[in-house]
């Protein structure tokens, strides 16, 4: 079965500072990978997906992420982050199999901005 | 905003009642996944309809149901419910049936068993 692993629970990151958010999977073929953000009292709202391709994926909102099948990792970058980032962060991996697709998510990563 | 619509935001019942949960999908998708997030379990995917029909199952109880009608709402009903049921009922919707999709998610409904 595919697993998550989001290693960091919480993390304080001054404005204008980089950023990393780690994301760990674990799946027998070729993942799909998504990174979602979630602000609270909202939904989920899609940053980025890998499917194939270039490895390194560009998103919304400045984000990008590297999809490393070596390492088994998908870890979420942002070079300069703003207050307005601050909200949790769900990578999930995507299983495709005869149109069932399901995501399993990770446990997320609460970022804070601090001035 | 996603297109997905849930209705009620938040939901205030008491243990062993039944509730209904609804989702209407962005237009044209034809997919509707519901997730359960909560404190203790996280985000977990309970289950997939397709064009009326269910395609996938997760960890949804036996107290859980759920359907998708001819208009491609979905409505999710939990009954005997617990206090552990208290948990962030988000709906998706997706577009593509074979290959992968990108699913877009709802606001959520927020259930509060007491």
């Known amino acids: 079965a595919q697993s998550v692993t989001q290693p960091d629970i919480h993390i304080t990151v001054s404005e204008g500072a980089s950023l990393e958010l780690r994301c760990n999977y674990s799946?027998?073929?070729?993942?799909?990978l998504f990174w979602y953000v979630q602000s609270p009292g909202q939904g989920l709202q899609l940053l980025l997906k890998?499917?194939?391709?270039?490895?390194l994926v560009q998103g919304i909102k400045g984000f990008e992420a590297e999809f490393k099948r070596s390492q088994s990792s998908f870890n979420l970058r942002k070079p300069s982050v703003h207050w307005s980032d601050a909200a949790e962060y769900f990578c999930?991996?995507?299983?495709?199999?005869?149109?069932?697709?399901?995501?399993?998510f990770g446990t997320g990563t609460r970022l804070t901005i601090i001035p | 905003d996603s297109g997905v619509t849930q209705t009620p935001k938040h939901l205030i019942t008491a243990t062993g009642q039944r509730v209904t949960l609804r989702c209407s999908p962005r237009?044209?998708?034809?997919?509707v996944y519901w997730y359960q997030q909560s404190l203790d379990q996280g985000l977990q995917f309970l289950i997939q309809?397709?064009?009326?029909?269910?395609?996938a199952k997760g960890n949804i109880l036996e107290r859980f149901s759920a359907q998708q009608f001819p208009d491609l709402h979905s409505e999710l009903n939990l009954s005997s419910l617990e206090l552990g049921d208290s948990a962030l009922y988000f709906c998706?919707?997706?577009?593509?049936?074979?290959?992968?999709?990108?699913?877009?998610f709802g606001p959520g409904t927020r259930l509060t068993v007491l």
């Open positions: 998706a919707s997706s577009v593509r049936d074979r290959g992968h999709n990108e699913q877009f």
């Open positions: 890998y499917f194939s391709g270039d490895t």
């Open positions: 999930a991996v995507g299983v495709s199999n005869f149109g069932n697709e399901k995501l399993t």
């Open positions: 309809y397709y064009n009326g029909e269910e395609r």
């Open positions: 237009s044209g998708d034809l997919s």
């Open positions: 799946y027998g073929a070729t993942p799909y």
